[in-house]
């Protein structure tokens, strides 16, 4: 069974300043890795993907993610945070089959002036 | 273009009462899920379906069923509402076929309360 453990609830950072937003996972096939973002009252929406190649993934609004397998991770980064970051970030796991998700619980992020 | 529509937005039912959450795609996905969301948990799979007349139970299906009896259509039903599934209901469709894809394109939800 796969399983994804985002280590962070909640993340308090400062506007313009680095971040980076914690994400392990549990599979015992190839994975498939996800980086969803959710803002207030809305869908979630696709960030960024890890699915072969690169182990570095760039995705949009300035957000990048690096797949170790090694420590089985895929820890999401950005370098500088705006306001408008102001989200909550799930990771997720696929093993492909019925291209099925499983989430971890989430960490909001906070982006405060 | 659409995307993943959700009806209705918000509902208040109460305890044994039953109703239907309809989602809708026009991206001609093969795949569809439901999934509910609650504070701490991320988001669970409640039930899916890999095409149309097929569906298949996710991790928390207890409680709720589920019919595609069109392929842009994934219905949910409550049976006999309990409030322990006041949630917020999402639902998601992909495509299949290769792993250049995997992606689930996500409704915008919808907040159930059950008193």
């Known amino acids: 069974a796969q399983s994804v453990t985002q280590l962070d609830s909640q993340v308090p950072v400062f506007e313009e300043a680095p971040v980076e937003l914690r994400c392990n996972y549990s599979?015992?096939?190839?994975?498939?890795l996800f980086w969803y973002v959710q803002y207030p009252n809305q869908g979630l929406q696709l960030l960024l993907k890890?699915?072969?190649?690169?182990?570095l993934v760039k995705g949009i609004n300035g957000f990048e993610a690096e797949f170790n397998k090694s420590q089985t991770s895929f820890h999401l980064r950005k370098p500088s945070v705006h306001i408008s970051d102001t989200a909550e970030y799930f990771c997720?796991?696929?093993?492909?089959?019925?291209?099925?998700?499983?989430f971890g619980a989430g960490t909001i992020l906070r982006v405060k002036s | 273009n659409a995307g993943v529509t959700q009806t209705p937005k918000f509902r208040v039912l109460k305890t044994g009462q039953s109703m239907t959450l309809l989602c809708a795609q026009d991206?001609?996905?093969?795949?569809m899920y439901w999934y509910r969301q609650d504070p701490g948990m991320g988001l669970r799979l409640i039930h899916y379906?890999?095409?149309?007349?097929?569906?298949a139970k996710g991790e928390v299906p207890d409680g709720y069923n589920v019919s595609r009896l069109k392929k842009q259509n994934f219905l949910l039903g409550l049976e006999s509402a309990a409030p322990s599934q006041t949630s917020v209901y999402f639902c998601?469709?992909?495509?299949?076929?290769?792993?250049?894809?995997?992606?689930?394109?996500f409704g915008p939800g919808t907040r159930l309360t059950v008193t």
């Open positions: 890890y699915l072969s190649g690169s182990t």
């Open positions: 998601a469709s992909s495509s299949p076929g290769t792993t250049l894809t995997l992606e689930q394109y």
């Open positions: 997720a796991v696929s093993d492909g089959y019925g291209n099925k998700l499983v």
């Open positions: 991206m001609n996905h093969e795949y």
């Open positions: 379906s890999v095409g149309e007349g097929t569906t």
């Open positions: 599979s015992s096939v190839s994975v498939y």
